[in-house]
């Protein structure tokens, strides 16, 4: 599955019947925070994120979804 846009990401959450709220709740994340992550970090944004809860929750959304949205960086 190949997702680009934050629209994309949050499709594919819901497709996996999570909204953003739940999976950020059943996650232990703050839903703001995980829907900023979304928005900032989707991979058309071209933007890797450096702080260690950003980098979290978005190794904790390709685990989810599938996919690598951490594009490799993740080291």
């Known amino acids: 599955m190949e997702i680009e ?3 994309e990401l949050q ?12 999976w950020a ?3 232990g994340y703050n839903p703001r925070t995980v829907l900023h992550c979304i928005n900032a970090f989707a991979p058309e944004n071209k933007r890797i994120p450096q702080r260690e809860l950003s980098i ?7 685990n989810t979804l599938g996919v690598d949205l951490l594009r490799g960086s993740d080291e």
């Open 5 to 7: 846009t934050a629209y």
């Open 11 to 22: 499709g594919a959450l819901r497709a996996k019947a999570w909204t953003v709220r739940s």
């Open 25 to 27: 709740l059943a996650h």
């Open 56 to 62: 979290k929750i978005m190794r904790d959304l390709s």
